[in-house]
T-cell receptor
Framework: SQQGEEDPQALSIQEGENATMNCSYK?????LQWYRQNSGRGLVHLIL?????REKHSGRLRVTLDTSKKSSSLLITASRAADTASYFC???????????FGKGTLLTVNP | KAGVTQTPRYLIKTRGQQVTLSCSPI?????VSWYQQTPGQGLQFLFE???????NKGNFPGRFSGRQFSNSRSEMNVSTLELGDSALYLC?????????????FGDGTRLSIL
């Protein structure tokens, strides 16, 4: 079963705009990660945020985590056409050596 | 450093056959995980291996099996293939396999069942 659910399922914006994707999960977690997947390729790790952290930045990416609401958001600022991809959140629980992925948000950035 | 390598990239099989997929992790990574990705179910965890031991297994039938060798390379096998096994199979490696580390994915094997 899916632990995380991304919202929206699809998002279309213009280059230069910001993109925000949300992830909700059901049970307590140790960490939450965000990944990107270009069509037909494997996933690429973007950022990891621990359960005791509230916000994390990496370049144009900003991730927030609200454990009380069991939700996270990924903000991509000043988007580029190359950011077009699917974005997934993945959660880790209690060192059970697996990540549980949501179904992803398909982001399209129009030039 | 070379990334995660999966072979073959594409595979076409018929129902009832069996298939073996291969994954070579990043050098030094001892944990290898396998995932099945389909449009309907998304990314589903299959199993994880560390130092040749399976530490976790997802909710898949016994037709799905895997193993890991002493050099950390891993294979997964699917027997008696069904149409529903058509999917992208992704392998990921990490140093220790805990959720505190990012996983590094290969580009997958696209399996099509006719």
């Amino acid at each position: 079963s899916q632990q995380g659910e991304e919202d929206p399922q699809a998002l279309s914006i213009q280059e230069g705009e910001n993109a925000t994707m949300n992830c909700s999960y059901k049970t307590s977690i140790n960490n939450l990660q965000w990944y990107r997947q270009n069509s037909g390729r494997g996933l690429v790790h973007l950022i990891l945020i621990r359960s005791n952290e509230r916000e994390k930045h990496s370049g144009r990416l900003r991730v927030t985590l609200d454990t009380s609401k069991k939700s996270s958001s990924l903000l991509i600022t000043a988007s580029r056409a190359a950011d077009t991809a699917s974005y997934f959140c993945a959660t880790d629980r209690s060192s059970n050596y697996k990540l549980t992925f949501g179904k992803g948000t398909l982001l399209t950035v129009n030039p | 450093k070379a990334g995660v390598t999966q072979t073959p990239r594409y595979l076409i099989k018929t129902r009832g056959q069996q298939v073996t997929l291969s994954c070579s992790p990043i050098s030094g990574h001892r944990s290898v995980s396998w995932y099945q990705q389909t449009p309907g179910q998304g990314l589903q965890f299959l199993f994880e291996y560390f130092s040749e031991t399976q530490r976790n297994k997802g909710n898949f039938p016994g037709r799905f099996s895997g193993r890991q060798f002493s050099n950390s390379r891993s294979e997964m096998n699917v027997s008696t293939l069904e149409l529903g096994d058509s999917a992208l199979y992704l392998c990921a490696s990490s140093l220790a396999g805990t959720g505190e580390q990012p996983q590094h994915f290969g580009d997958g094997t696209r399996l099509s069942i006719l």
